[in-house]
C-alpha cells in the first residue's frame, strides 16, 4: 500500500487522519457538512502507515454516530469497479470495519452492507468475519450459497475453499455452513474442513530447517541461501545454533561473526551476543565498521538485544557516535540505563526528533525511555511528538511518557486522549485525567457504559467513577 499524505496536524482532516481525541471534539463542532467529508475522506482512504496494527475502526465509527452519518459515501466505495481491479485488503479494510462496529452499535444499514459485500465483494472474507462477530445465524447462513459459488466444483476450486476455511480468522460461519443438510453447502464445507486440517498437519510433519543434529557450518549454508534467495533466516539459524554448537565450535563462530559470509556473519553475531560472549561487543563494532547493510541490520539488533552490564557501559561511551550504532546505544540506554544516563537519552531524542522528525521509528525507544527515566526537560520534546505524529502508536507513547514527566498532561492531552483511536491511550486517560472539566465526567460515564470498549480500559474509568467518589 502507498504512504498515505496526511493533513497538518492543526486542520481538522490532520487531526482525524491522526486519530486524535481532538479530532472528534472539533468534528462535533465544525459545520456537519465539512465533519462528514472529512471523515469519509479518512474511510475511504485509510490513513495509517501501518494498516495491520494502528486502530481507527472504532474511532471513526463512533464519530460516525455522534454526527448520524450516512453511508452512501462507504457504499459507492465498497461497490465502484475500483473494487474488482484492486484485491488489496486495505483499500477496503478500513471501510469494513467501520461497518462492523455501526452494525454492532445497532445500525441495520451496516449490517446490511456488509451482507451486500460480503455475497459479492473482492474483500468478501474480510466483510465475513466482521459478520461472524455481529450477524445472527439466519443472516450467515443466507451468506452460505453466493460465498461457496465463489469456488468452482474442480480440483483447484476445492483446494482454494479448504485454504480459506483453514485461513478464516472467525471459523463460525463455516461451522454452520457445515451443518447444512444441502450436500452442495454442507458436505463441501466439511470436505474443505478436512482438507485444511490435514494440510495443516502435514505441515507440522514436515518442518523446513536445520535439525540439531547438523553442523555448525551446515547452520552457516542454510543461513546463506536464505540470503541468496531474499530471506534473512539468520534470527532462527541462531536458534539452531544453540542446538548444535558446542564449546569446541567457539572458534569457528568468531572467526565466522568477524569475516564470514554474509549468512555466517549475521548468524553468528546474533548467536554471540544472545550468548553474551566476551568477544561479542568487540565484533559487533567491527561488523558496524566493515559489514554489509544486512550485517550492519543484523549487528545492530543483537546489540540492542544483549542485556548485560558491559553492553551498557559500552553503550555510553558509543552514544555519541554519528551513526547506527551510536543511535542503537541511545537506545540501549533508554531501555536498560539509570538516572545517570538521562542527559544522554534526553539528547538522542532531541536528536532524533531534529534529523528524522516526529515519525522516525527510533522514537518509540527513545519516548518509552524517557517516560521509563521520569525525564522533565523532555516534556516539550514529547507535547511536540505527540501533537505530530501520524502513528497512533507513538502519540500514544508518548502519553505515557508525558503522564511520567508532564505535571500539566491530567489537565491538558489527558482530556483529549479519552477520545483517542487507541485504546491504551484512552486508558492513560482513564487513569490520569482531571475531571473537573464536565467533558471528561461525561466521556468516562459513555466509556463505562459502551460495550465496545475494551475491559482494560472500562477497569480504569470505573476507578475514577467508583461508588467511593462521589465527586465525579
Known amino acids: 500500500m502507498f504512504d498515505p499524505v496526511i493533513a497538518p496536524s492543526a486542520t481538522l482532516l490532520g487531526l482525524l487522519q491522526r486519530g486524535r481525541g481532538d479530532g472528534t471534539l472539533h468534528a462535533l463542532t465544525a459545520p456537519r457538512a465539512e465533519a462528514l467529508a ?15 496494527v494502528e486502530n481507527r475502526s472504532l474511532y471513526y465509527a463512533r464519530l460516525y454516530l455522534d454526527l448520524s452519518g450516512e453511508l452512501d459515501e462507504i457504499e459507492r466505495h465498497l461497490f465502484d469497479v475500483e473494487d474488482t481491479l484492486d484485491e488489496c485488503e486495505s483499500r477496503t479494510g478500513l471501510a469494513l470495519a467501520v461497518l462492523g462496529h455501526l452494525a454492532s452499535y445497532g445500525r441495520r444499514d451496516a449490517l446490511e452492507l456488509l451482507r451486500r459485500y460480503a455475497a459479492v465483494g473482492t474483500s468478501w472474507a474480510w466483510a465475513l ?13 443466507a451468506l452460505a450459497e453466493p460465498v461457496l459459488a465463489r469456488f468452482p466444483a474442480d480440483p483447484e476450486g476445492e483446494a482454494a475453499l479448504a485454504t480459506a476455511v483453514r485461513d478464516a480468522f472467525e471459523p463460525r460461519p463455516w461451522r454452520l455452513w457445515a451443518d447444512d443438510p444441502r450436500a452442495s453447502v454442507g458436505a463441501r464445507v466439511r470436505a474443505a474442513q478436512e482438507a485444511g486440517s490435514f494440510d495443516r498437519w502435514q505441515r507440522q510433519m514436515r518442518p523446513s530447517g536445520p535439525r540439531p543434529g547438523w553442523s555448525v557450518q551446515a547452520v552457516f549454508e542454510w543461513a546463506q541461501q536464505g540470503i541468496d534467495r531474499g530471506a534473512a533466516l539468520h534470527v532462527p539459524a541462531a536458534r539452531c545454533l544453540m542446538a548444535v ?30 550468548g553474551n560472549d566476551p568477544e561479542a561487543l568487540d565484533l559487533i563494532e567491527a561488523a558496524v565498521a566493515t559489514g554489509s547493510t544486512a550485517v550492519v541490520d543484523a549487528a545492530v539488533d543483537a546489540f540492542e538485544r544483549m542485556r548485560s552490564v558491559a553492553a551498557v557501559d559500552r553503550a555510553r561511551g558509543w552514544v555519541h557516535r554519528p551513526d547506527v550504532l551510536g543511535a542503537a546505544a541511545g537506545r540501549m540506554l533508554a531501555c536498560r540505563g539509570g538516572s545517570q544516563d538521562s542527559e544522554l537519552v534526553l539528547d538522542a531524542l532531541r536528536e532524533a526528533v531534529r534529523g528524522e522528525g516526529p515519525d522516525a521509528p527510533t522514537l518509540w525507544t527513545l519516548v518509552d525511555g524517557a517516560g521509563r527515566l521520569g525525564i522533565a526537560c523532555a516534556a516539550p520534546v514529547l507535547r511536540h511528538i505527540y501533537r505530530e505524529t501520524a502513528s497512533s502508536h507513538l502519540r500514544g507513547r508518548a502519553a505515557r511518557a508525558l ?26 486517560a482513564a487513569r490520569h485525567a482531571e475531571t473537573g472539566d464536565a467533558r471528561v465526567v461525561d466521556q468516562l460515564r459513555r466509556l463505562a457504559a459502551d460495550p465496545a470498549e475494551e475491559a482494560d480500559v472500562q477497569t480504569a474509568v470505573r476507578s475514577r467513577i467508583g461508588p467511593d467518589m462521589p465527586a465525579v
Not at 38 to 52: E, G, I, K, S, Y
Not at 255 to 262: F, L, N, S, T
Open 245 to 274: 554448537a558446542g564449546p569446541e565450535d567457539r572458534a569457528e563462530i568468531v572467526a565466522a561473526a568477524r569475516d564470514g559470509g554474509e549468512g555466517a556473519r549475521c548468524t553468528a553475531l546474533r548467536y554471540l551476543a544472545d
Open 403 to 428: 503522564a511520567a514527566t508532564d505535571p500539566s498532561f491530567p489537565a491538558g492531552f489527558a482530556v483529549e486522549c479519552l477520545w483517542d483511536c487507541e485504546e491504551t491511550t484512552r486508558e492513560v
Open 129 to 141: 468475519d466482521e459478520l461472524a462477530l455481529r450477524d445472527d445465524d439466519a443472516g450467515l447462513r
Open 38 to 52: 472529512a471523515l469519509h475522506h479518512c474511510v475511504l482512504r485509510d490513513p495509517r502507515h501501518d494498516w495491520q
